[in-house]
């Protein structure tokens, strides 16, 4: 599986961006997801989303400025995010999950993708 994320870019507080996220293969995936990484900092958790189904996951940080969705048919996530803040800064990745069960978007992910960098200035 090989992942291609997208749409990164400049912008000012409060600003919205869309990030995408292409899939080579879908197989065996069983959800996908977004992750960032701040400048000296960890690697965090973003948001999830189920491959099948509407199942949906938030860290507490983006709950209600950002919304995961996907199109199956087109092999593609995205996360939209709307008043983005100066601490959203970060090289967005995009994984999928070969996990199983309800807490697979709590299991390492199997495939990553290069990263999109977001900047959100003041």
């Known amino acids: 599986v090989q992942l291609q994320a997208s749409g990164g870019g400049l912008v000012q507080t409060g600003d919205s961006l869309r990030l995408s996220c292409v899939a080579s293969?879908?197989?065996?995936?069983?959800?996908m997801g977004w992750f960032r990484q701040a400048p000296g900092k960890e690697r965090e958790f973003v948001a999830a989303i189920s491959w099948t189904g509407s199942s949906t996951y938030y860290s507490d940080f983006v709950k209600g400025r950002f919304a995961i969705s996907r199109d199956n048919a087109k092999n593609t996530v995205w996360l939209q995010m709307n008043g983005l803040k100066v601490e959203d800064t970060a090289v967005y990745y995009c994984a999928s999950s070969l996990a199983a069960g309800s807490s697979w978007y709590k299991e390492p992910f199997a495939y990553w993708g290069q990263g999109t960098l977001v900047t959100v200035s003041s």
């Open positions: 293969g879908t197989r065996g995936i069983a959800g």
